[in-house]
């Protein structure tokens, strides 16, 4: 999530410039991503930003049609929005997230375009019940508006998302030094063989990361201790 607010905060000096720059192919292969450098990511290829009649796909639309807005099946989109970036980037962090494209992936050739068209024409809401989306509901909050058809309905601006994005941040260091200090409190209560509280505390750390694996291996370990406890004393 770190390196989208980066991809944002560059969609916003585009979008502030006097020109209203709108980028128009936000897709994968246009994301610049530093390994452990998240507050560096950069937006590649301006080329169709630059130069409306140049760089087209099927028809009369510019970019790619699986990163997409809807709005630009229109003969009469122009150069698009700051909505339209918005869309498509949510269309990428949506993959990002799952691996997957929120849409069916449009087949290659003629057919893409017209497939394109229909379901412009023709939208569905895209699932949310990828692991990624029940683990972390408030993922599902920050991308309905970045992938609404309706532009109106999307984020009024990159900032607008970018500050979405950071609350989500901020709400999981919360959570992370919660986890941290449940663990912390769990190996504690092992140590000194209080394994009721053991299994207490690792069970709270699960409640803020499922399926943790220490957090399982540590509630196994200490049922397993405390029933061995419980059959020496009998």
Known sequence: LGLFCG???CLEHL???PDHIIHRDIKPGNLYAPVSAPDKGKLFDLGIAHDEE???THGQ???TLDYMPPEFAAPDSGRGSP?????SLAVTLYEALTRNLPFPRLPSGEKAWVEYITRSLQPTECSFDHRVFK???ELVSLLRPGLAQDPQQRFPSAKAMRDEIQK???SWDGSRNAYQAAM???RAAFQREDFPETEWQARRALEIQLHDMSAEQLLTQARKRRQELCESAV
């Open 61 to 63: 639309v510019p970019g």
């Open 15 to 17: 979008h502030q410039h």
């Open 168 to 170: 989500v941040l901020a």
């Open 83 to 87: 909505q339209s970036d918005i869309y």
């Open 135 to 137: 683990e972390h509901p």
């Open 7 to 9: 991809y944002l905060e």
């Open 54 to 56: 140049g760089t087209r």
């Open 184 to 186: 912390a409190e769990a």
